[in-house]
């Protein structure tokens, strides 16, 4: 594979299906390795391409990234206003997001584990500002819906709202670290699963 695009396929305009497999190639790579570790020529390897031929596509792994994430975070964030602007109660609502979080570790693994880890240094470059901004969002909608949820006297009135956020944010989140697409469990399912144990506990009730 030489990776030389057509008169048609430009840098500014190449074929779509080779962009997309070519974002997929570099996050599983930003994933493993780190961004700061990745080089242009790893991720030219792992695609099966000429590490010059990469810039036919991207003009720089920071656009590579920028687009693996915001493509993600825009995905996401289209998921979880449908689900705050429906007017669901507390708990509904709850369930709603984390289900919504587990659809998209399925279809965007390498994305999560890329925020995960780079979210919090990356925030501090310019380009990538937006990511500071999401956690913002996102700790407002989990964090609302808790509070909400208290006051509402749909979970418990003891209930630390701002620990259980931390608690749920980290238990579903880090699935990305296991997860894989295809395997026993739908997404659906790993969401109901956990729900159960979150909000009915795992122990027999007498």
């Known amino acids: 594979m030489t990776g030389v695009p057509n008169s048609k396929q430009t840098a500014a305009n ?25 080089t242009v020529r790893r991720i030219a390897d792992e695609a099966g ?17 920028d687009e693996i994430l915001s493509g993600f975070l825009d995905e996401l964030w ?5 689900v ?14 984390v289900t919504e979080s587990f659809r998209e570790i399925d279809r ?30 996102f700790e407002r909608a989990w964090l609302g819906t808790l509070e909400r949820g208290v006051a509402q006297r749909a979970f418990r009135a003891d209930l630390d709202a701002r620990l259980t956020y931390r608690f749920l944010r980290d238990t579903v989140w880090v699935a990305a670290s296991w997860y894989r697409p295809g395997g026993a469990h739908a997404p659906e399912e790993i969401a109901r699963q956990y729900l159960s144990m979150v909000l009915d506990g795992i122990a027999v009730r007498e």
């Not at 497999?21 to 493993?32: G, W």
């Not at 693994?109 to 999401?134: G, T």
């Open 108 to 137: 965007h693994r390498f994305a999560v584990a890329i925020y995960q880890k780079e979210s919090h240094h990356l925030a501090d470059r310019p380009r990538f500002a937006y990511l500071a901004e999401s956690r913002r969002r």
């Open 49 to 65: 391409l000429l590490a010059g031929s990469l810039y036919y596509h991207f003009d720089s792994k920071e656009s590579m990234l």
């Open 78 to 82: 289209a998921g979880y206003d449908t």
């Open 14 to 38: 190449p074929a779509p299906e080779r962009r997309r497999a070519l974002l997929a190639t570099a996050a599983e790579v930003f994933a493993a390795q780190g961004y700061d570790a990745t």
């Open 84 to 97: 705050l602007a429906a007017g669901l109660a507390p708990r509904e609502t709850l369930e709603a997001l």
